[in-house]
């Protein structure tokens, strides 16, 4: 079982950042830790995703946030916190984003609760 639990949504202005915690726990060796985004009247898609083993981690970023969100990771004892660093935010990239944890780096077998992001014009 793995556990997820988001924070940092809000409103900001176009141009702005915000910062996206996720505090996950449980069994968390296999599964990558990603951020997935829903816009109104759109699909899921993922945003940004990590994986890390002994050399090192591996990242994925989506094609239109690409320079301007950044993943990373804590490592605590028992708990992982991975956050999403968003910067030069668009009026497009206004969703709901959740956190998951996946066995295939493009999945989820796990979701947080979601957390809304507004960015206005």
């Known amino acids: 079982q793995v556990q997820l639990v988001e924070s940092g949504g809000g409103l900001v202005q176009a141009g702005g950042s915000l910062r996206l915690s996720c505090a996950a726990s449980g069994r968390l060796s296999s599964y990558a830790l990603g951020w997935f985004r829903q816009a109104p009247g759109k699909e899921r898609e993922r945003v940004a995703s990590?994986?890390?083993?002994?050399?090192?981690?591996?990242?994925?970023?989506e094609d239109s946030v690409k320079g301007r969100f950044t993943i990373s990771r804590d490592n605590a004892k028992n708990t992982v916190t991975v956050y999403l660093q968003m910067n030069t935010l668009k009026p497009e990239d206004t969703a709901v984003y959740y956190c998951a944890a996946g066995l295939r780096d493009d999945g989820a077998d796990y979701w947080g609760q979601g957390t809304q992001v507004t960015v206005s014009s």
């Open positions: 990590i994986r890390w083993n002994w050399y090192g981690d591996r990242t994925y970023y």
